[in-house]
């Protein structure tokens, strides 16, 4: 008995001691959590004072797992610890990483837009965009870096060098020296005349790129043959189209989808014999010829200063957002000795690198310092705002071909997804306003912004741009116009490249509609589309199509053509992809269906996804067909092509028009009527058919028609678009005569 109350004793003893010991540990617990949120609190508070009350805590979102990724993210530490932040018992950093994939991204974006950091860094233009989505109500301060272009970004960073932009935020933009890169490609490789890129039509920072290498391209001679992706999966295949369209050599932009699949596009211009030249600097490591970039542990490091800053306790509202370009040129000797037409670096060009890749493949790198660009100059705040703030009137300079005076006007661009579509309806604008004697720079500024499909995005652009209170508006697509006609009421408000702007909240009719907006919609060549198919392919008795639910101007085009097909016999196969994740298994889905071909309709998601819906179309060895000229650039064996940019220059006079005093309550909208045939017989034998004599007639008939009209009223010259008619000379267009009409009327 005396044994077992020992026992007993000895036992309570012990459950005592691990009552108390947990007490302490409790207690302790407590005392710390309170501490760090309570110091995540406040504002203030460097490593002295974060040692005592708590560590501070920040997360950094990288997009993915890439050299210039995690040079990045590694300078970022290292700039941290030059300001005395260093992870330990007075930082905590955690590292997230979507691994490429962007609903990843967003998900953890929101997870940490609804955490306890002090501060939340993101590395990309992606990861940029996604963490200032979940984060706009500013719960969060948040550092950005590895961002090409942060203004159009569509973050509400309005300028650099300014303090027009969210509070919680700021960072580093490094725009990427593209057009010195193609010089130096010129330099190096004198019969340089053809340079491909694969580029994601989904990221700003990439349209961005692009957009700059076309323009370097043309005033070099030089031809740009574009391959859009998805994915960094569809690189390889991008890649080698590329080749077979006659690319000499491929470069490529601040493109965060190429980075992960750098070593896939290296291995087939290598296999081609030709050079690869990339503005991601570090490429080298994977075989690229030479690299003209940042020198992104430099910019990393840099983000990691703006962090430590914060950290001390100042206030992310008083630092603008600048641009920071710390070049870095690095050379490949062993890749430049392999090439098909081999390329020799001169003296000059070696003393200037900060690194070379001997010919034993290692990369030995100079201690150089970096050089960064001189940061721009803020923009005054007289420049901003509407043309009434600047107590400018409007009617002045009204005449036709005259300056407007007074300083530029704003106009403010939105577009829902970047697609070439869009970019076509963009330029037509530009075109439209320069026909009306208006200047860039002088008569008016414009900027386009993109929400990159996301409607949420969308929706906070559409307020950013109603603060701003812009002179113009331009709404491209539908779902911009949507947005617009619900938000904005009392700035002037121009649509292009609309389906139907009617169920878009815009108007009743062309004469009766909102006050505030105008436009030019394209109501689109459905007619014209389903007769060609009965004529000319009599067999086919069923097409499909992918069109997206959550998109008005999709189930609007769907069922317009629905009607035009059953007036001629011809059923209608719909398969709905309701996000762009969706739509390659909904294509794969399509072509496994028993329909006879896939007659795609233009909507945004659809344009955006063309590549996926040709692979699939490839793979069953089904007729595609499409509604726009880069349908068949990028794989459709034919297609009645809307004309979007003359639809953008008819959008364009009205926006002068508005400019120059008129209300837009007195301008009717117009319904925009122009399209072109585009044939190519080696794309039809690659989906497995073949076109027939009649449509080739019909499209060399036209072609002449076409011709004529051209001659009758020159349009405005507009940048060379990639074409395969290089390497497949049956390509043929066609303009039908209404299409004549309108462009006497452009």
Partial sequence: MESKFATFRRLLLGLGLIAAAAAVLLSTDLRSRRGASGDRRAS????ESSSAAGPKHVAILQHSTSQVMDEIREGMIEGLASKGWVAGPRLVVDVYNAHADLPTGNAIATKLASGDYDVVATISTPMLQAFANANREGRRKHVFAGVTAPVESGVGVKALDSLDKPAWMTGIGSAQPVAAIFREAKRLQPALQTVGVAWNPAEVNSEICTRRAREVSKELGMTLVEAP????????????SLVVRGAQAIWTGGDATIVPAIDALVGVATKAGIPVFSNMAGQVEHGTTFDLGANYQEVGAEGGRLVARLLDG???????????MPESLLLNEKAASTLRDRIVFDDRTRAEADGIVGMDGTLLRRAKPPTASPASPA???SAAGPAAARGVDPNAGAARGGPLGGGPRSIVAIVYVETLTMEEGFAGVKDGLAAAGLVEGRDFEMRLQSAQGDVAILNGIVDAAVAASPDVIVALSTPALQAVANKVKAIPVVFSIVSNPFIAGAGRSDDDHLPNVTGVYISGPFDRMAQLLHDHFPSWKSVGTLFCPAEVNSVFVEGKMRDALARRGIELESVAASTPADLPDAAAA???RPIDAIVQLSDNQGTAGFPAIVRAARRSHKPLVGFTAQAVEQGAAFAIAEEYRDAGRGSGSMVAMILRGAPPSKIPFRDFEGDVLVVDEANARALGFSLPPSLLALAAADAKAHATAAVVAPAPAAPPVPS????????????GASASAAARRH
Wanted: charged letters at 25%; hydrophobic letters at 35%; a positive charge.
């Fill in 379 to 381: 923009s005054p705040a």
């Fill in 314 to 324: 100042e206030d992310p509202a008083g630092i603008p957002v600048r641009n920071y």
């Fill in 590 to 592: 399509l072509a496994s």
């Fill in 724 to 735: 395969p008619t290089a390497v497949r000379p049956a390509k043929a267009r066609q303009r």
């Fill in 229 to 240: 992706i998805e994915s960094a999966k569809d690189v390889p295949e991008a890649a080698n």
């Fill in 44 to 47: 203030g508070g460097g490593p």
